[in-house]
């Protein structure tokens, strides 16, 4: 490592949240490093306290109601007097949770000598310098070798006459102190979806209002929209408004509750908030990137190449702030691979950088998704119609075999395999039914190296359980006899042995 004694540190991080927080201690615990993080709000960023975190506490308290109001019963279980959830309780439970995660990512950061830590809004003054805003009136100025940008994004702004002054974003939602009777969310991506299943399954009366199409319609495959919209709408009992072209105004009754007007004319009475959930803008318009000469994209967005390079040479950016792939893991992943080519005294990591490529992601809806890879007509796009092959499979949960319902009106859980060319290398892996979220990660590893479906078929099923559908799909064992491992497993090779 080069230690540029000419500044005050050698790597300063603009934000506190899980990447900026990741990339700083991975540097600091290499020898000789001087490091500095900076953040203006609370420590862990948009996961921790507005996002992943609170939100998955929010989805589990809807799953645990969920099976008070509906599943129980099928059991044999007595119907409990009351499956309404006490808000306030809930909320200061979250709450508490969240703001110990705080004092985790703070004092993970104090624990380390080579860290100094600063509290307050960060601007460059030119590309090594940097001015520090700090909430007491004071402003610093510190010097940087090198600079990684990772402030994150923030809920977009919802156009419209009343639209701000009468609705929240999903912010707000994590600040709302009771439970709205009923609600309007506007959004197609998960976000809204996510919010919308767990407000509806706590008890909310819910209206999910989207602009264009049906939910997820962007970069989600057909079949998974499509089941969504019929899990959503005949199990959960949202009211779906698709293709309204949006919200035109939100205007107040006599009785101050809220009235939604819809741009194609129909309007939604009595609603007690409104949820505007229609996109994140980066939260880069304060920090002088003109200054630094970083070059960023139309929508504010930093412009990166695969290594996190902005267009100056001494600063880089990862996370939200790039709009490409914003998944806190992404993130994580990206910062610690930076700090790795930055700052390894031995260089063996001077190519790191992380993969955006095959990133699964789940989406906490009612039922859960889990999606890997690419669509079905992302698959077509690349590969031509006539080079890939299709397997689906679509079933009911056994968890629902002994419910007194109809087989045709039992929720259904939809697999999807997406392979390609002679080998019939996966490509693609698309859930949505219960269980999605936790079964996609091992898939994802196989898939990232290189499984063939044949691959898949030589995993013997785990039964009775959904994840075994995966690796029994078309016909078995008849997919051509090609492992995309380095030590194929197909027809009862022996497992491999490590080198010793």
């Given at each position: 490592v080069i230690i540029m004694s000419s500044f005050d540190y050698d790597y300063v991080v603009f934000g506190g949240g899980s990447g900026g927080i990741a990339s700083a201690k991975r540097a600091a615990v290499k020898e000789g490093v001087k490091v500095a993080v900076?953040?203006?709000?609370?420590?862990?960023?948009?996961?921790?306290?507005?996002?992943?975190?609170?939100?998955?506490v929010m989805y589990m308290a809807a799953s645990i109601a969920t099976t008070l109001k509906q599943e129980a019963a099928q059991y044999g279980f007595d119907q409990p007097t009351s499956s309404k959830v006490n808000w306030g309780v809930l909320k200061a439970k979250r709450d508490a949770y969240v703001k110990r995660l705080n004092g985790i990512y703070e004092n993970g950061l104090n624990n380390l000598e080579n860290i100094d830590v600063y509290i307050g809004d960060a601007t460059f003054v030119d590309e090594h310098t940097i001015s520090i805003a700090e909430a007491n009136g004071i402003t610093k100025?510190?010097?940087?070798?090198?600079?990684?940008?990772?402030?994150?994004?923030?809920?977009?702004?919802?156009?419209?006459?009343?639209?701000?002054?009468?609705?929240?974003?999903?912010?707000?939602?994590?600040?709302?102190?009771?439970?709205?009777?009923?609600?309007?969310?506007?959004?197609?991506?998960?976000?809204?979806?996510?919010?919308?299943?767990?407000?509806?399954?706590?008890?909310?009366?819910?209206?999910?209002?989207t602009r264009h199409g049906r939910a997820l319609r962007k970069g989600f495959d057909p079949d998974l929209c499509e089941a969504l919209h019929e899990a959503m709408v005949d199990h959960e009992g949202i009211v779906v408004h698709n293709d309204t072209?949006?919200?035109?105004?939100?205007?107040?009754?006599?009785?101050?509750?809220?009235?939604?007007?819809?741009?194609?004319?129909?309007?939604?009475?009595?609603?007690?908030?409104?949820?505007?959930?229609?996109?994140?803008?980066?939260?880069?318009?304060?920090?002088?990137?003109?200054?630094?000469?970083?070059?960023?994209?139309?929508?504010?967005?930093?412009?990166?190449?695969?290594?996190?390079n902005t267009s100056n040479p001494d600063i880089f950016a990862l996370g939200d702030v790039c709009g490409k792939v914003e998944l806190t893991p992404m993130a994580i992943a990206a910062g610690r691979r930076l700090a790795d080519r930055l700052f390894d005294p031995n260089r063996k990591s001077a190519e790191s950088k992380v993969?955006?490529?095959?990133?699964?992601?789940?989406?906490?809806?009612?039922?859960?998704?889990?999606?890997?890879?690419?669509?079905?007509?992302?698959?077509?796009?690349?590969?031509?119609?006539?080079?890939?092959?299709?397997?689906?499979?679509?079933?009911?949960?056994?968890?629902?075999?002994?419910?007194?319902?109809?087989?045709?009106?039992?929720?259904?859980?939809?697999?999807?395999?997406?392979?390609?060319?002679?080998?019939?290398?996966?490509?693609?892996?698309?859930?949505?039914?219960m269980g999605a979220d936790e079964m996609l990660q091992g898939f994802g590893v196989a898939m990232k190296m290189g499984a063939t479906k044949a691959d898949l078929d030589s995993c013997v099923a785990i039964h009775p359980t959904a994840s075994e559908e995966l690796v029994t799909m078309g016909t078995w064992g008849t997919s051509p006899n090609v492992s995309g491992a380095k030590h194929s497993p197909l027809l009862g090779a022996p497992p491999s042995e490590p080198e010793m």
């Open positions: 900076i953040e203006r709000a609370r420590w862990g960023g948009t996961c921790v306290n507005v996002g992943c975190v609170p939100k998955k100025t510190i010097t940087a070798s090198k600079t990684c940008i990772a402030v994150g994004g923030r809920p977009t702004d919802a156009p419209g006459e009343g639209v701000m002054e009468h609705s929240i974003n999903s912010d707000g939602f994590f600040a709302l102190e009771s439970q709205p009777e009923v609600v309007v969310v506007v959004g197609a991506g998960y976000i809204a979806v996510e919010l919308a299943g767990v407000l509806k399954s706590l008890g909310s009366e819910v209206h999910l209002v072209m949006g919200v035109e105004k939100i205007t107040l009754s006599s009785d101050q509750k809220k009235v939604v007007h819809l741009k194609n004319g129909d309007t939604i009475y009595g609603v007690d908030c409104v949820l505007m959930a229609i996109g994140r803008v980066p939260n880069t318009e304060t920090l002088n990137l003109d200054k630094a000469g970083v070059t960023m994209d139309k929508r504010g967005y930093i412009t990166v190449d695969e290594y996190q993969s955006y490529e095959q990133v699964p992601t789940v989406v906490f809806s009612h039922p859960t998704i889990g999606t890997l890879g690419l669509t079905e007509p992302q698959a077509v796009e690349k590969y031509g119609e006539e080079n890939i092959k299709v397997y689906k499979s679509k079933f009911a949960n056994l968890m629902y075999g002994i419910y007194d319902v109809e087989p045709e009106h039992k929720p259904k859980t939809l697999m999807k395999l997406i392979t390609a060319g002679k080998t019939e290398l996966v490509v693609g892996i698309h859930i949505i039914g």
